[in-house]
């Protein structure tokens, strides 16, 4: 590894999980020890109830954006992304990780590795490799992951747990999808990616927040990230499904006319339900395309700024102590 000493800023949004904090912050302190890094903490307080009670004989630089209210694990991180970019200049590096010990400390190298290697031209994901979450949610992340493949023609299998060169941030920071779905927006916005495969710790403290109500919301905000892409799928399924229908309607009337086997009623009935279908589904496609159309009649310049509405204050601590 390069003798030159390089900065890392450490992004993680919290809600309620002090304790969890606590335990990566010192986590993170153990493994930059070890190289020629050095690092700060930038903390977005998504709303939290509890008071952060600070952190003994810590020595990392942190900084808490406290939000104004609870806005969700993606727009916080986003928040902190447009932070970062429009505060800071000094570093090298921006990891992205979860608090409460599931992205670990002492795979951060493993990324900024990765990333070297590509001349920092690439975010680095970690793809996971083991998972220790319960069999329900792998089942349930198992079949998201074949919708968004079937809804998007994308490919998902990594989350937030990322290492953004320098030169990457402003370009992720002014995505407008970043609000909803952080990594979701970097496949959409074709910024080069790459990956590691890396196990996934345990939880740290107390229990994860990503239920399935959470999980449903998780994978539909990933999803509309990519509303042209969904809305072409929609219009290709819809002009299949019409097709079917009117093939149904040639063999029904084949079958009436000219094979005098249909049952008395029975044709008039079903071309009433198929016409009724070929209906509902130009109707679904009128309508998506309408939505989609107006979506880019509407031209906006790219914000880095946006994060300024949230956030509350600012806490600084060295030491363990608020400054």
């Not at 819809?238 to 009436?256: D, M, P, Q, R």
């Not at 094979?259 to 044709?267: C, E, F, M, N, V």
């Not at 998506?288 to 509405?309: A, G």
């Amino acid at each position: 590894m390069s003798s030159i000493t390089k900065h890392i800023i450490c992004l993680t949004p919290v809600y309620n999980d002090w304790e969890s904090f606590s335990m990566l912050i010192s986590n993170i302190e153990k493994t930059v020890s070890k190289s020629n890094y050095t690092v700060q903490v930038v903390v977005v307080n998504d709303g939290s109830l509890e008071e952060f009670q600070g952190i003994n004989n810590n020595q990392t630089a942190i900084e808490i954006l406290d939000l104004k209210t609870n806005i969700g694990h993606q727009r916080a991180i986003a928040v902190g992304l447009q932070y970062i970019n429009d505060n800071k200049n000094d570093f090298d590096y921006v990891i992205v990780l979860d608090s409460d010990g599931e992205d670990r400390p002492e795979d951060i190298l493993k990324l900024i590795k990765k990333c070297e290697t590509v001349n920092n031209n690439k975010i680095i994901f970690a793809q996971r490799n083991k998972r220790q979450e319960s069999l329900t949610f792998r089942i349930g992340y198992y079949f998201y992951k074949i919708i968004f493949n079937w809804l998007t023609g994308q490919t998902i299998n990594f989350g937030n747990f990322s290492c953004i060169p320098h030169k990457l941030v402003k370009r992720v920071a002014i995505q407008d999808n970043l609000w909803n779905h952080y990594s979701g927006s970097i496949i959409q916005s074709k910024t080069p990616f790459d990956k590691v495969l890396l196990d996934r710790g345990k939880r740290y403290a107390g229990t994860s927040k990503m239920n399935f109500t959470n999980l449903v919301l998780h994978g539909l905000s990933s999803i509309s990230v990519y509303f042209d892409s969904l809305s072409v799928r929609i219009l290709k399924l819809s002009i299949y499904g019409i097709f079917a229908c009117l093939l149904s309607v040639l063999v029904i009337l084949y079958k009436k006319f000219i094979t005098g086997t249909a049952i008395p009623g029975w044709a008039s009935s079903l071309l009433f339900v198929i016409f009724s279908i070929i209906l509902q589904l130009s109707s679904v496609t009128l309508i998506v395309l309408l939505m989609q159309l107006s979506s880019r009649k509407n031209i906006k310049s790219p914000s880095v700024t946006v994060y300024k509405d949230f956030v509350e204050k600012i806490n600084y601590i060295s030491n363990g102590k608020s400054n």
